[in-house]
Every structure is written in C-alpha cells, then in structure tokens.
Nanobody
Framework: QVQLVESGGGLVQPGGSLTLSCAASGFTFSIYTMTWYRQAPGKERELVATITSTGGGTTYADSVKGRFTISRDNARNTMYLQMNSLKPEDTAVYYC????????WGKGTLVTVSA
C-alpha cells in the first residue's frame, strides 16, 4: 500500500536548522513530482517547495527562498527538505505530497521554531 512517512521535525531555536525526510513506498517514487507543504496553526495549508521527478527542477515559496533546499534520492525513495535560518513563522506541520495525476499525502511532522 502507498505510504509517505515524514520525519525529522522537532523544536529548534530561531536561526537554527533542521532536515526533514519523506520516505515513500508502495508506488514508483521516481516518476512522481514531490512537494513539501506546511500548515501553521489557524492557517491554510501552503506549498513550500516542489521538485520534479528527476530532481532537475525545483520551485520554492517566496517565504523560504534562499533558506530551504528541497532534494530527492530516487534510489532510496526519499525526499528531503533542508531548512536553514529558521524563523518562528516557519512553525507548522510539514507534509509531503506525491503527485502524478493521483495525489498521495503523508501524515506530517511538526516543526516548532521557538526560543
């Protein structure tokens, strides 16, 4: 069965770094576009970053450009989000999404940026 499992969230101080992972199984990971989304308390879910199936193309929300880096390892069926210079407004549940016609979602991992 299809599974997307996020990990790597936690509590970090402003200015700190975290790396999130999304482990995929049950589908052909290498042909899917992968995306990180996040949802902060009381707000709608928003797109953070997207990476094409081969990893050759990436896009970012303006709010994270220059601070976050999305990547993937198709041999390991895993996507990553390297987050640097974290701010309190980055606090959210981060979700991974796989899309190719159909769309699959993980259950999310919580990132809290606080002193």
């Amino acid at each position: 069965q299809v599974q997307l499992v996020e990990s790597g969230g936690g509590l970090v101080q402003p200015g700190g770094s975290l790396t999130l992972s999304c482990a995929a199984s049950g589908f052909t990971f290498s042909i899917y576009t992968m995306t990180w989304y996040r949802q902060a308390p009381g707000k709608e879910r928003e797109l953070v970053a997207t990476i094409t199936s081969t990893g050759g193309g990436t896009t970012y929300a303006d709010s994270v450009k220059g601070r976050f880096t999305i990547s993937r390892d198709n041999a390991r069926n895993t996507m990553y989000l390297q987050m640097n210079s974290l701010k309190p407004e980055d606090t959210a549940v981060y979700y991974c999404n796989a899309r190719r016609g159909v769309s699959y979602w993980g259950k999310g991992t919580l990132v809290t940026v606080s002193a």
